[in-house]
């Protein structure tokens, strides 16, 4: 791409997506606060209000915790509803925090922050160590294929500094995490109260010899965490000008979900199966020589083919899946059960289409990630193995291998509402 | 394989403005892109000009005219209409307050910002506009932190905070029943200094406003207004010349300025990452209660 040469290193910064999970007063907010307020992303005026809310609630220090307060219901019953979304920056990346509450009942909502970040943030308190919830987040981020996952014990002023506590729960997370599909999993003891490890090295923990959290932040290796391999194009909307300077104009514009194309490739469009080459990529005035996720852009092809939204390009000689009859694990998101045998508007890259659950595998207990073949009850927060039959074939690629093409929602077709986050197997 | 992300964070941002701007045309059938003549609506409808050139942006600006704008905005408005040949729409405060659907407020503090509602929902209703896009970003507010891309709207134009679809990956559920609607928010994601910055890589115009000029006005409230005929003045404030720029563009009777010497979209930036207030801290609109925005969100504010 030409891009405009300016001399601002600010202007070429990277982007890293994270969700921070933890159960309730494991200190998030708290975390959260101190990252704002560390990277200065807290202003004077937010400051002075939070300061009179700790005050007037007779707190003894200023309780970061309320940076992240959001609506009128929660501050009053005092937990978070919503994922909440916050945004700070270093000299060297911009973060989009996707902060999602602890409670029980709120998979759904971890699930929806898990689903668009680079790494996860887990929260445990050293005084109670592993507990369910932190088997629950792992799982999760695990499901979610988070690409790096970092484990913060927290409240360590609160046992002491100890170097045992925090390695006997790291002892303790190890066990059970390889029964989870997790890549890259790094452990930072710290107090979010207080700023050990956080932003500054931590006075009080000389044996831990790791890296901060915001370091961490800031230089975790992300390139890879798109799928660079399978090159995958779902046209989103057909460009036709009909105007007398671009009269024969005809380009497809879409994002890449992933991979690169580039102008002569060989592809085939599917679902027809028609072959062309790639005769140029535009985006706004540019001609660009390749397209990379995740860029939007627009293709233009060498020849004149039946192509509209929900048809995808792929490379010729690059095999993608396809089939009406899928296996997927889905968390279930909707407050009425999933009913087997249902009927549900379904949405994937860029197709609308519908299906029928026609099984219910098993079911995951969250908690011990043992597999229930026996309890076929699908509600909300509920994550459950099924297989559905589409109304027409879908082209998509595992979950494991393509977050973009592998995921798909189910919607309740008489209340429109979104009930299910599906991953296909 | 390389080491380095394909893309930097201001063209992340972009082509995910971009896609969601794609959506709402395959999604919706009469949307319309709500446009107040500040730099969040200018960025995004640069957005809609990327995502569909060589065409021209298939769905109108709606301007939901206050009858309190500065007289720069509403040129630079009428410029950018002429420049980029879209399509606008306007409709006044004013004749919601004729018809006798709001009243005015009276005193020193009068403001037709939250009037604008009824305007704006009037037009949804009238004009059948089954999704309105709007430039708002969550780093504004607490209540906007929560927003959704995609964000449902029942047939009163209400937001119901506690009830909102699940947004998983970039998949966006636009389906609704007939005479509910959508407001989208392409630019969610930006903060104010992302705004900036791509105002200067883009080379984006924008209303003069922004940058530092001599301006006659006076102080209420720790804030800096402009003298003008919306606002009236008590007997014990002066109005004086300063060099101010405003930091957000917004009704006379509710924007505040600074005082500034910035005089370039660099200068701004400096100024920006140096500044302690945030945005709406000059906004007498938010200062009304501590949840003045989410009040205004759930009746169907921008």
């Not at chain 1, 680079?118 to 294929?145: C, F, K, M, P």
């Not at chain 2, 065409?55 to 040129?75: R, S, Y």
């Not at chain 2, 392409?186 to 883009?202: A, F, K, R």
């Not at chain 2, 109005?239 to 009704?251: L, M, N, Q, S």
């Amino acid at each position: 791409m030409e891009e405009k040469v300016i001399e601002r290193s600010y202007l070429d910064m990277e982007l890293l997506r994270f969700t921070t999970a933890g159960s309730v007063d494991d200190g998030k907010s708290t975390l959260i606060g101190r990252l704002l307020y560390d990277s200065k992303a807290i202003f004077q005026d937010q400051l002075e209000a939070i300061e009179r809310a700790s005050i007037k609630k007779g707190e003894e220090y200023v309780n970061l915790a309320l940076v992240t307060d959001g609506l009128r219901a929660e501050r009053e019953q005092g937990i978070t509803i919503d994922v909440a979304y916050r945004y700070f920056h270093t000299p060297k990346r911009k973060f989009i925090i996707a902060d999602t509450p602890g409670h029980v009942q709120y998979t759904r909502n971890m699930v929806t922050g898990a689903s668009t970040a680079n790494a996860a943030v887990i929260l445990v308190d050293a005084r109670h160590g592993v507990i369910e919830q932190t088997i629950r987040h792992a799982y999760i981020a695990s499901l979610l294929r988070i690409p790096h996952v970092i484990v913060c014990v927290n409240k360590m002023d609160l046992v002491d500094f100890k170097q045992e506590v925090f390695d006997a729960i790291q002892q303790k997370f190890h066990e059970f995490a390889t029964h989870l599909d997790l890549h890259d999993v790094r452990f930072i003891p710290i107090s979010a109260l207080l700023g050990d490890n956080v932003v500054d090295r931590s006075q009080n923990m000389d044996w831990y010899q790791g890296p901060t959290l915001m370091y961490l932040l800031e230089n975790l290796y992300i390139s890879n965490d798109y799928n660079q391999l399978d090159a995958r194009f779902p046209v989103q909307y057909v460009i036709r000008p009909q105007s007398i300077d671009f009269h024969d104009y005809r380009g497809y514009a879409g994002r890449m979900a992933s991979g690169t194309f580039r102008v002569g490739d060989r592809v085939k469009v599917l679902p027809s199966g028609f072959t062309t080459t790639i005769k140029g990529i535009d985006f706004w005035t540019d001609h660009l020589d390749s397209i990379t996720a995740p860029q939007s852009g627009t293709i233009i092809l060498e020849d004149d083919l039946d192509v509209s939204r929900g048809c995808m390009i792929i490379p010729e000689e690059n095999g993608i899946k396809q089939g009406q009859d899928i296996e997927l694990m889905i968390c279930w998101l909707g407050d009425k059960p999933m009913v087997a045998g249902g009927k549900y508007a379904l949405k994937h890259t860029t197709n609308d289409l519908r299906c029928m659950v026609k099984e219910v595998k098993y079911k995951v207990n969250i908690n011990t990630l043992e597999k229930d073949y026996n309890d076929k009850s699908i509600g909300m927060n509920d994550i459950a193995c099924i297989t559905i039959r589409t109304t027409k074939p879908l082209f998509y690629d595992s979950y494991r291998q393509n977050r973009v093409t592998g995921s798909l929602i189910l919607i309740d077709e008489a209340a429109n509402v979104t009930v299910g986050a599906g991953m296909i197997v | 394989m390389s080491n380095k992300v394909p893309i930097n964070h201001l063209r992340e941002l972009e082509s995910e403005g971009v896609f969601v701007i794609r959506e709402v045309v395959s999604q919706f059938e009469n949307p319309v892109m709500l446009f107040s003549g500040g730099k969040d609506s200018i960025v995004m409808f640069h957005l809609a000009r990327k995502a569909f050139y060589p065409a021209k942006v298939p769905f109108p600006l709606m301007h939901i005219d206050t009858g309190h704008n500065f007289q720069e905005t509403l040129d630079f408005r009428d410029w950018l209409v002429e420049e980029t040949g879209v399509q606008l729409i306007v409709r006044y405060v004013q004749d919601s307050i004729d018809k006798g659907r709001v009243v005015e407020e009276t005193g020193y503090n009068a403001s037709r910002n939250k009037l604008q509602t009824v305007t704006l929902l009037e037009a949804i209703e009238e004009l059948k506009i089954d999704c309105a896009m709007g430039g708002g970003r969550r780093d504004e507010e607490k209540a906007r932190a929560k927003e959704r891309f995609f964000s449902h709207r029942d047939e009163f134009g209400q937001w119901d905070p506690k009830n909102q679809r699940p947004e998983l990956w970039n998949l966006f559920n636009g389906r609704k029943n007939l005479g509910e609607h959508f407001r989208v928010f392409p630019i969610s994601n930006w903060t104010e200094m992302d705004v900036w910055q791509y105002i200067l890589l883009e080379n984006i115009a924008i209303p003069s406003l922004y940058f530092s000029h001599e301006r006659e006005v006076f102080e209420r409230d720790g804030v800096l207004y402009a003298k003008t005929p919306f606002l009236k003045m008590k007997d014990t404030e002066k109005a004086e010349k300063r060099i101010v720029r405003f930091r957000t563009i917004g009704d006379a009777t509710c924007t505040g300025a600074i005082e500034s010497v910035a005089s370039s979209v660099e200068d701004i930036i400096r100024e920006v990452a140096a500044t302690r207030i945030t945005e709406r801290g000059g906004r007498a609109d938010d200062k009304r209660s501590e949840a003045a925005m989410e009040d205004r969100k759930i009746e169907g504010y921008f």
